[in-house]
T-cell receptor
Framework: NAGVTQTPKFQVLKTGQSMTLQCAQD?????MYWYRQDPGMGLRLIYY???????DKGEVPNGYNVSRLNKREFSLRLESAAPSQTSVYFC????????????FGPGTRLTVL | AQSVTQLDSQVPVFEEAPVELRCNYS??????LFWYVQYPNQGLQLLLK??????LVKGINGFEAEFNKSQTSFHLRKPSVHISDTAEYFC??????????FGTGTRLTVIP
């Protein structure tokens, strides 16, 4: 099992450009999440998908959109990147949210110039 | 709403010495508690979790944590640290259903 995979690992964008971060899990998990990690702020939830076909906003959704393409894949899109979106982005998945651990991908380091 | 406080942003400790990383939480309802570890340039891995039952929880790599409901704490301990324990440690809390809240992290540096 590969677990949770993310692409790309690194990305540099110019302000106003768009891009999609890809995430896939092979553990047959129901719920998937996108977090951003900034120095001194821990991880903050951007969006989540409780099950295939549903998505909901987390703590910091502004400037992002998501798509739960199928049970395996959950993508995060930046339509018009801003320097404030410079961060490390993590995707995670869990079989069942109540008490199960979340499994994390290796992260995508994004820099917006 | 829930929140997590990790008071120590950095903890240096000598190799083979004991360490305690502090975590306090606030919630008006019952919670589940987690400690995750992040090694450099990697994602997070679960160290241990408290769901219910015994308040002393043992995890991987010799770590343990104690849930104290009256003090709303879930401190992480290890009796003897190794160089390989150098990493960032995150405490997290949830009441279930997609609302996992993380603390700001504690960077543990083990000094040879």
């Amino acid at each position: 099992n590969a677990g949770v995979t993310q692409t790309p690992k690194f990305q540099v964008l110019k302000t106003g450009q768009s891009m999609t971060l890809q995430c896939a899990q092979d553990m047959n998990h129901n719920s998937m999440y996108w977090y951003r990690q900034d120095p001194g702020m821990g991880l903050r939830l951007i969006y989540y998908s409780a099950s295939e076909g549903t998505t909901d906003k987390g703590e910091v959704p502004n400037g992002y959109n998501v798509s739960r393409l199928n049970k395996r894949e959950f993508s995060l899109r930046l339509e018009s990147a801003a320097p404030s979106q410079t961060s490390v982005y993590f995707c995670a998945s869990v079989r069942a949210p109540l008490g199960d651990e979340q499994f994390f991908g290796p992260g995508t380091r994004l820099t917006v110039l | 709403a829930q929140s997590v406080t990790q008071l120590d942003s950095q903890v240096p400790v000598f190799e083979e010495a004991p360490v305690e990383l502090r975590c306090n939480y606030s919630s008006s309802v019952s919670v589940y508690l987690f400690w995750y570890v992040q090694y450099p340039n990697q994602g997070l891995q679960l160290l241990l979790k408290y769901l219910s039952g015994s308040t002393l929880v043992k995890g991987i790599n010799g770590f343990e944590a104690e849930f104290n409901k009256s003090q709303t704490s879930f401190h992480l301990r290890k009796p003897s640290v190794h160089i390989s324990d150098t990493a960032e440690y995150f405490c997290a809390v949830t009441t279930g259903a997609n609302n996992l809240f993380f603390g700001t992290g504690t960077r543990l540096t083990v000094i040879p």
